[in-house]
């Protein structure tokens, strides 16, 4: 259907939705004491606009507003439509709970049946 419309309307489209996607995104992504928004974050990667944010690489760290989510080690893929698209090569996922040294034998109690009287 966008094949029809003229370049100029195209080019109005795609930064329409850039700007939309920085406005409604808590996403963000810190590379040491630099912040960047996050336009989309997937399973395997993430993208950022590529005329307002430099060039990253190595290690970054992924926030969803105040809260860290995640650790991980990116290479660039490609940049399309002002969008530059990033993989995760090594990626951690950062939870609030410690890590356990240890296997869980079994599972805990979730509650106990009533005595027969």
Known sequence: ????????????????????MR??????????DDVYPILRLWETGFAVDATRIPALRGFVDIYNG???????????????????RYEFKRETTITDAPIR?????RPENSGYLPSPT
Do not use: C, N, T, W
């Open 1 to 20: 259907m966008f094949e029809f419309l003229p370049e100029d309307v195209l080019k109005g489209l795609h930064a329409a939705q850039a700007r939309d």
């Open 66 to 84: 105040p809260r860290h989510i995640i650790q991980a080690r990116i290479i660039a893929v490609e940049d399309e439509h002002g969008e530059m």
């Open 23 to 32: 406005k409604g995104s808590r996403l963000s992504v810190h590379v040491g």
């Open 101 to 105: 040294d240890y296997a869980i034998d």
